[in-house]
C-alpha cells in the first residue's frame, strides 16, 4: 500500500550546525507536505510541494515525486528548532487522503 | 484569520463514557480530517469528509462515528470510550482538489480515558 518511511527516527544536533530529514515513498505521490510540530503539540506547516525544491530561511525542502522522495533541509539549528518533524504525502492514486511519516524527533543542544 | 478551531483543548472521560470532540473550520475548505496521533504510529487518519452532510471511513475507525453538520463544522463522537482510546486528536482541513490543497492542523485535543 501506500506508505512513508521517514528518517531518521530521532537526530541531536549542536546549535549552528545543520542536517537533513528524508521521506521515501513506497508508491507515486502527487505532494508532500512537512510539518514541525513543537513542544505544546501543535502541527505547524512547513512546506507544500508538488515538485521541486522551496526555502524559507533555514530551512529548504525537495520532492522529487519520480524518485520517490523528500528532504527537509535545516541549516544553522536553533534551540526552537526541536520539535518532531513529520512529512505527509498524497497518493497520486487517490488524492483526497495524505499518508503521515512516523516522524523524525529533533533535539537541538546549546 | 483563516484557522481550525479545536474544542476542548483537553477531556477526561471515564471508560463507557460519551465525548464529543469538535472542530471549526474558517478556511472555506471542502475536506476535513479527524486523525489520532499516538507514540510509534504517527498520525492515522479516523474519518474524514469531503462536505456538509458526508462521511468517509479513514483507517482506523472502529469505536469513533463522525458528522459533518455544515462546511465549517466536523465533530468526532466517542459513544463508549475505552482507555484505547486516549490519544491525542488533530483536526484538519484541506482544499483537495487545488494545486495547492495543503492541510490546516488545529491545536489538537488531548483525551484520557480513565
Known amino acids: 500500500g501506500d506508505q512513508v518511511e521517514q528518517s531518521p527516527s530521532a537526530l541531536s544536533l549542536h546549535e549552528g550546525t545543520g542536517s537533513a530529514l528524508r521521506c521515501n515513498f513506497t508508491t507515486t505521490m502527487r505532494a508532500v507536505q512537512w510539518f514541525q510540530q513543537n513542544s505544546r503539540g501543535s502541527l505547524i506547516n512547513l512546506f507544500y510541494?508538488?515538485?521541486g525544491t522551496k526555502e524559507n530561511g533555514r530551512l529548504k525542502s525537495t520532492f522529487n515525486s519520480k524518485e520517490s522522495y523528500s528532504t527537509l533541509h535545516i541549516r544553522d539549528a536553533q534551540l526552537e528548532d526541536s520539535g518532531t518533524y513529520f512529512c505527509a504525502a498524497r497518493p497520486s492514486s487517490n488524492t483526497n487522503k495524505v499518508v503521515f511519516g512516523t516522524g523524525t524527533r529533533l533535539q537541538v543542544l546549546p | 484569520e483563516a484557522a481550525v478551531t479545536q474544542s476542548p483543548r483537553n477531556k477526561v472521560t471515564v471508560t463507557g463514557g460519551n465525548v464529543t470532540l469538535s472542530c471549526r473550520q474558517t478556511?472555506?475548505?471542502?475536506?476535513m480530517y479527524w486523525y489520532r496521533q499516538d507514540t510509534g504510529h504517527g498520525l492515522r487518519l479516523i474519518h474524514y469528509s469531503y462536505g456538509a452532510g458526508n462521511l468517509q471511513i479513514g483507517d482506523v475507525p472502529d469505536g469513533y462515528k463522525a458528522t459533518r453538520t455544515t462546511q465549517e463544522d466536523f465533530f468526532l463522537l466517542l459513544e463508549l470510550a475505552s482507555p484505547s482510546q486516549t490519544s491525542l486528536y488533530f483536526c484538519?482541513?484541506?482544499?483537495?482538489?487545488?494545486?495547492?490543497?495543503?492541510?490546516?492542523f488545529g491545536s489538537g485535543t488531548r483525551l484520557l480515558v480513565i
Open positions: 510541494l508538488a515538485s
Open positions: 484538519a482541513s484541506s482544499d483537495a482538489g487545488t494545486t495547492n490543497s495543503d492541510y490546516t
Open positions: 478556511n472555506s475548505h471542502n475536506y
